[in-house]
């Protein structure tokens, strides 16, 4: 068992985490759509369809401008000029290259966009989506009617499938970086759900949790683990004296040196107010004392610094062994005692329970 340190997700300020899914396939689409556009310019020129070269350079100019403003936050701002970019720039398409071309394919590359974007109601979704509907059936109806640019029929097999390539890589695109974005969200939610927010360590929730999960691992493998309780001596002074923010650094501060002071298959956790649990797998109590004895001396000659003070801060540690006879709930008395006998010998030691088998 290890501390899990994982980092909730890393994003900007300006990134609101429920529109993290939308950000992140936004990225990459308007980049997508910025290396097509600019290959476009070139292409078109080439075919002398001087109108589509130039509405291409504005199409790559639009994917850059939403990819700025996604970056900045503004996803529904980003999604919407994406997508009347896509539309416009199908219907011009279509209209001077011809339903061959298939141009009109990326109006179902702009459909995921109504979907992902949140901020628009169902009525909206469904309104956007019939909207693409009824425009390519526009554009199938029209195109038949159209004398388009007079292209070799090679080129336009070729440009037809470079489309097709780029719809379907658009659309992979999407949702593997929805998938992903996603499955990082889910993270994020399980991360806070088990993770205490001031100390950034395993909460009383997921304590219990892997409090049960050594249990089992215990039964079968037939080795003993250590429960621990840490309290910060004198901790009421912190908050009477100094204030409850004075209080909330104590905390954080201790939590990071105990943290770092442990081994790595150890875990140590907020179990309440300035309680602390350890968990200690595979170790007899002889050497759990020795590792908790440790982390007492790291938490006593760390001081804790807020504002322009330094604070030294001391912990008692009780410990007690889970013997293959007993409860969680049992053990974790033990260790409870042990922390109070701690308590009434002065504080700032490390105390333990009966050894059990």
Not at 63 to 89: D, M, P
Not at 223 to 247: E, P, T
Not at 288 to 293: N, Q
Request: overall charge neutral.
């Amino acid at each position: 068992m290890q501390n899990d340190t994982r980092p909730l997700l890393n994003l900007d300020a300006s990134v609101n985490p429920e529109n993290y899914r939308m950000f992140r396939v936004i990225n990459h689409v308007a980049r997508l759509g910025f290396v097509v556009h600019t290959i476009f310019v070139p292409l078109f020129v080439v075919l002398q369809v001087y109108p589509l070269a130039a509405f291409n350079v504005l199409s790559s100019l639009a994917s850059f401008a939403g990819y700025r403003i996604n970056q900045k936050g503004n996803h529904s701002l980003a999604v919407t000029l994406l997508s009347c970019e896509v539309v416009l720039h199908t219907a011009l398409a279509v209209y001077l290259v011809g339903w061959s071309a298939g141009f009109q394919n990326y109006l179902m590359a702009a459909i995921p966009f109504a979907v992902f974007n949140h901020q628009w109601r169902t009525r909206t979704m469904i309104a956007v989506t019939g909207g693409v509907l009824v425009l390519y059936c526009l554009l199938y109806a029209v195109a038949a009617r159209l004398q388009p640019v007079p292209i070799e029929a090679w080129i336009v097999e070729g440009i037809s499938y470079l489309n097709a390539i780029v719809v379907f890589v658009a659309l992979g695109v999407t949702s593997y970086f929805f998938r992903e974005a996603s499955q990082e969200t889910e993270r994020h939610v399980e991360d806070l759900a088990n993770t205490d927010p001031l100390t950034q360590i395993p909460n009383r929730r997921r304590l219990w949790e892997l409090l049960e999960l050594e249990r089992l691992r215990s039964e079968r493998s037939g080795r003993s683990f250590v429960i621990a309780l840490a309290d910060i001596d004198h901790f009421k002074r912190f908050n009477d004296s100094y204030g409850h923010h004075c209080g909330d650094a104590v905390l954080s501060h201790v939590a990071t040196v105990m943290r770092a002071s442990v081994r790595r298959t150890d875990t140590v956790g907020r179990w309440g107010g300035e309680e602390f649990l350890f968990i200690l797998p595979e170790t007899p109590l002889r050497g759990a004392m020795e590792v908790l004895e440790k982390v007492r001396r790291c938490v006593e000659e760390v001081p804790c610094r807020f504002g322009d003070q330094t604070y030294h801060v001391t912990v008692t540690f009780g410990a007690a062994n889970f013997g293959r006879k007993q409860t969680l709930e049992r053990c974790i008395r033990e260790a409870d005692d042990a922390l109070y006998q701690g308590k009434e010998q002065g504080r700032n030691r490390v105390m333990s329970g009966p050894l059990l088998s």
